[in-house]
């Protein structure tokens, strides 16, 4: 999923001075692209390639990811919503239309809610929202399973959970990119994120009727720990908001569905902002 996107589109990639790795792509609003724990920035690329088109186009290793520098202590959602904030004064950027996927969703509605007059709009795919027992369960035995034997021993189940099991012929390459960026996740950064992943499904419980801004959440319809369930309660919270279930699609759809991701993406972007 190497970034491939029009020539005459530039993009500038750069490091900001507090450590934070990121790609600018394209002219006009900006949108922010934020991705989940154990991923990096690269992984946006059918949307970057996409969106750029039409508009400017951020995408950041989160704390601890990719080319990122981890903390040095243990993390909070908002501490992400923070790094994010400083991304964005870096880049001179005073608004934008910020989407995250999986543990990104979290942090663009923590973001969205903290800030609303620095956010457009805010979409949430694959996001988590009110685990059921037998779901929090699992989630923290998969965070003991971290913290016991480091993240390659989890990428096998990730990417069973993410693409089936067997993977199909077609999305066999795109689960090879995606174990890749698992294989050589920082294994602090991923700790922290997971800790955080696995705690934070009820921190927007009670504020979610507060967003004000045009809103998407969306989900793949066989993705079982994001699921439509969650999705629709997230978006019934949420005056005017969209629910959107992929028809067919597991966690990873910005890459294995990423032509109805895209077209999901655009009909957000069009949504009218009050002024």
């Given at each position: 999923m190497t970034l491939e996107v029009a020539p005459a589109i530039a993009t500038v990639r750069g490091l900001t001075p507090d450590g934070t790795a990121y790609a600018d792509t394209g002219a006009g609003d900006a949108v922010v692209l934020i991705h989940g724990v154990g991923m990096q920035q690269g992984v946006w690329a059918?949307?970057?390639?996409?969106?750029a088109r039409t508009h400017r186009v951020v995408v950041y290793d989160m704390l601890g990811h990719g080319a990122s520098l981890a903390a040095e202590h243990a993390l909070v959602l908002s501490d992400y919503a923070d790094q994010l904030q400083r991304l964005?004064?870096?880049?001179?950027?005073?608004?934008?239309?910020i989407a995250g996927h999986s543990m990104g969703?979290?942090?663009?509605?923590e973001f969205a809610l903290t800030r609303p007059a620095r956010t457009r709009r805010v979409a949430a795919l694959n996001a988590v929202y009110r685990r059921t027992p037998e779901q929090r369960a699992?989630?923290?035995?998969r965070a003991r399973m971290l913290r016991q034997a480091g993240a390659p021993a989890s990428v096998g189940p990730t990417l069973e959970r993410w693409?089936?099991?067997p993977v199909p012929p077609t999305l066999q390459a795109a689960a090879r990119e995606v174990g890749s960026y698992l294989a050589q996740v920082q294994l602090q950064g991923y700790a922290q994120a997971y800790a955080v992943f696995a705690s934070a499904d009820e921190v927007h419980a009670a504020r979610l009727g507060q967003l004000r801004m045009p809103a998407l959440f969306a989900t793949g319809e066989f993705d079982a720990n994001s699921s439509p369930q969650m999705t629709r309660a997230m978006a019934a919270e949420v005056?005017?908001?969209v629910a959107d279930v992929l028809p067919g699609a597991r966690h990873m759809m910005t890459?294995?569905?990423?032509d109805a991701v895209n077209a999901h993406l655009d009909h957000w972007l069009q949504m009218p902002v009050a002024r």
């Open positions: 059918p949307q970057v390639a996409h969106l964005l004064d870096h880049l001179g950027i005073a608004q934008a239309s969703a979290l942090v663009a509605l699992a989630v923290m035995a693409f089936g099991n005056p005017g908001a890459v294995t569905d990423a």
